[in-house]
């Protein structure tokens, strides 16, 4: 079956431009999660949705990045007036969601470059 | 504070030694822990996880909490082994998300 599909793969910008990055978890996950990995450095937590609302956007780094999920299905990361340190990979997982832990399924992630 | 370290950033052996990859964590409450792995030009996915307490690809992880570690292991390396490896802790009080190391390249040479 299809995992996890993330789009564009690469997206390069000039500073202070506004992109949008796409997800599009797996058939019938409910959870999705977006994390961010900078160079050397493992993926670190931004947004967790269940269904259409984000229940946790503790790990949005200030209010130039925000995401929606507005039919509890695909979900985009928006960052507005990028800056050179946004440069990273974006990666989107998603999971059946439910009570206990429920693996994650990542993407192959988006890869931001800011010029 | 919930952390997860992995001291090494490259781990360099030949094919057929044991690898041990380090992986120490930092978390107030009752962890479970997990091995993600990378291969080249593939996306990431899940490698083994404590509680299953199982031998995935001749790798196993051993939850020592006096020692607050989770190191990997696999007895006799492969070429096919190299690939970045990810050690994450799950975040109970935060629906499930995970919480990752820096990572560790594993290099297997012939």
């Known amino acids: 079956g299809a995992g996890v599909s993330q789009t564009p793969s690469n997206k390069v910008t000039e500073k202070g431009k506004y992109v949008e990055l796409r997800c599009d978890p797996i058939?019938?996950?409910?959870?999705l999660y977006w994390y961010r990995q900078s160079l050397g450095q493992g993926p670190e937590f931004l947004i967790y949705?269940?269904?259409?609302?984000?229940?946790?956007d503790s790990g949005l780094p200030n209010d130039r990045f925000f995401a929606v999920r507005p039919e509890g299905s695909v979900s985009t990361l928006k960052i507005q007036r990028t800056e050179r340190g946004d440069s990273a990979v974006y990666l989107c997982?998603?999971?059946?969601?439910?009570?206990?832990?429920?693996?994650?399924?990542f993407g192959p992630g988006t890869r931001l470059t800011v010029l | 504070a919930q952390r997860v370290t992995q001291p090494e950033k490259l781990l360099s052996v030949f094919k057929g030694a044991p690898v041990e990859l380090k992986c120490n964590y930092s978390?107030?409450?009752?962890?479970?822990l997990f091995w993600y792995v990378q291969y080249s030009r593939q996306r990431l996915q899940l490698l083994l996880r404590h509680i299953s307490r199982e031998s995935i690809k001749g790798f196993t992880a051993d939850l020592n909490k006096g020692e607050t570690s989770f190191h990997l292991k696999k007895p006799f390396a492969q070429e096919e082994d190299s690939a970045m490896y990810y050690c994450a802790l799950l975040d109970r009080g935060g629906y499930n998300k995970l919480i990752f190391g820096a990572g560790t390249r594993l290099a297997v040479h012939p």
């Open positions: 997982a998603s999971s059946r969601g439910g009570g206990s832990y429920n693996e994650q399924f």
């Open positions: 058939s019938g996950h409910t959870a």
């Open positions: 949705f269940q269904g259409t609302g984000a229940a946790d």
């Open positions: 978390y107030s409450g009752s962890p479970e």
